[in-house]
């Protein structure tokens, strides 16, 4: 039996390259708003993070979101991500 390809995507904040389904997208759609994609079927230009507090704060502190989107980012999207991640910590 052939075994199905798993897509890989680079983490923003170690910078390893893990299965999709393991990390967090944010979406910048056409219109440039910056939004977190749980499903990952949102339209628009996509980065991903680890479901990790030091890779999300590694990807803040070098400002890796900006670079990926090409725009300053605002704090609430931040403070977002650090929601999700301690929703799933539990």
Do not use: H, W
Request: with cysteine; aromatic share 4%.
């Amino acid at each position: 039996m052939k075994q199905k390809k798993i897509p890989l995507r680079m983490c923003l904040g170690c910078k390893e390259m893990k299965p999709k389904k393991e990390l967090i997208r944010v979406v910048r759609n056409n219109e440039g708003e910056i939004s977190i994609d749980l499903i990952g079927k949102k339209p628009g230009r996509g980065a991903y993070i680890c479901r990790d507090a030091a890779c999300l704060e590694q990807a803040i502190k070098a400002k890796r979101l900006d670079k990926a989107f090409e725009m300053t980012i605002d704090n609430e999207i931040y403070e977002n991500l650090k929601c999700q991640l301690e929703g799933n910590d539990g």
